[in-house]
């Protein structure tokens, strides 16, 4: 059975870092894309970033590029999800997903076959 875990979310002032983590199991880890999305409250589910496992660039969305950084570590069967200069628009629930494997990473969380529970990141004034 897959499960996604995530973990790192927390209050955090803007302009401050957080670090999020979501550790995988029951795939095949190194062959599997790995997303962020997030949904903020009254808000559908928005894309925030993604990683193909075959390497290349990720992707990220434009209200995060620049600010976001993710990474995988295949070692660990683990993604990360390196958040700086926060905002408060970046408030939000955070949920990683999984693609069937050898699936590339896309945008679209109608792609995504398994979810995380959701962490999360509340950025204050």
């Known amino acids: 059975q897959v499960q996604l875990v995530e973990s790192g979310g927390g209050l955090v002032q803007a302009g401050g870092s957080l670090r999020l983590s979501c550790a995988a199991s029951?795939?095949?880890?190194?062959?599997?894309?790995m997303g962020w999305f997030r949904e903020a409250p009254g808000k559908e589910r928005e894309f925030v970033a993604a990683?193909?496992?075959?390497?290349?660039?990720?992707y990220y969305a434009v209200s995060v590029k620049g600010r976001f950084t993710i990474s995988r570590d295949n070692a660990k069967n683990t993604v990360y999800l390196q958040m700086d200069s926060l905002k408060l628009e970046d408030t939000a629930v955070y949920y990683c997903?999984?693609?069937?494997?050898?699936?590339?990473?896309?945008?679209?969380?109608?792609?995504?076959?398994?979810w995380g529970q959701g962490t999360q990141v509340t950025v204050s004034s």
């Open positions: 029951g795939r095949t880890f190194r062959i599997s894309s």
């Open positions: 990683i193909s496992w075959s390497g290349g660039n990720p």
């Open positions: 997903a999984t693609r069937a494997p050898r699936a590339l990473a896309t945008m679209d969380p109608l792609d995504y076959d398994y």
